[in-house]
């Protein structure tokens, strides 16, 4: 069955540095997402990627983020400057289509600012 | 965007009891889909709600839609610890984003 992956499983930064994250969507699907969930809570929404661009983006997704799709495959999302506040796991998620289709989950990368 | 209200917060029952969690919209809603996080992984998508009044269910589980679209609900039938999980409402249409609820965070006692 088709998956959403993401890399690496657990980062570990120190304050004020940048990350990247990587992911790689269902590769047939158009829509791309990133969230954000801080331990224990909801399940929150960064930025949508469609047709290349970014489609729309949160109060949360300031100048400190930004996405890319590099090549055919994958999509990032670096971090930059980051922050103790910024130490929750990223979900990149992926759609067929918008509307009425499920979002595909990839497993998650789990950001620790120190 | 649209926003999603979801009670109760957390639920602790014995096992074989009964669990429901709601989601509530002060709007009308194109459709509703549901999502488990199983404690430490990620969201699995369960079931989409389309029409109004729609019940579906799939073995103990039982998803409704209210018949104004602007709620919904899960109930689990004789819950079992596999059940464990935050069971997580969401919502978006058209282009919009998918914009979850808090979740309801189940625990089963054996």
């Known amino acids: 069955e088709p998956e959403v992956t993401q890399t690496p499983s657990h980062q570990v930064t120190q304050m004020g540095q940048e990350v990247i994250l990587r992911c790689v969507p269902i590769s047939n699907h158009l829509y791309f997402y990133w969230y954000r969930q801080i331990l224990g809570q909801k399940v929150e929404f960064l930025v949508s990627f469609y047709n290349n661009e970014i489609s729309e983006k949160s109060e949360i997704f300031d100048d400190q983020f930004s996405v890319e799709r590099p090549d055919g495959s994958n999509f990032t999302l670096k971090i930059r400057s980051t922050k103790l506040e910024d130490s929750a796991m990223y979900f990149c998620?992926?759609?067929?289509?918008?509307?009425?289709?499920?979002?595909?989950f990839g497993q998650g990368t789990r950001l620790t600012v120190v | 965007g649209q926003q999603v209200m979801q009670i109760p917060q957390y639920q602790h029952v014995q096992e074989g009891e009964d669990f429901t969690t709601y989601c509530n919209s002060s709007t009308t809603l194109s459709n509703i889909q549901w999502y488990k996080q199983r404690p430490g992984g990620h969201p699995v998508f369960l079931i989409q709600l389309v029409k109004s009044g729609e019940v579906k269910k799939q073995k103990r589980l039982t998803f409704q839609f209210g018949e104004a679209k602007k709620n919904s609900s899960l109930h689990i039938t004789a819950t079992q610890t596999t059940d464990v999980g935050t069971y997580f409402c969401?919502?978006?249409?058209?282009?919009?984003?998918?914009?979850f609820g808090k979740g309801t965070r189940l625990s089963v006692i054996a």
């Open positions: 998620a992926s759609r067929l289509r918008g509307g009425d289709t499920e979002a595909f």
């Open positions: 969401a919502v978006g249409s058209g282009n919009t984003p998918l914009v």
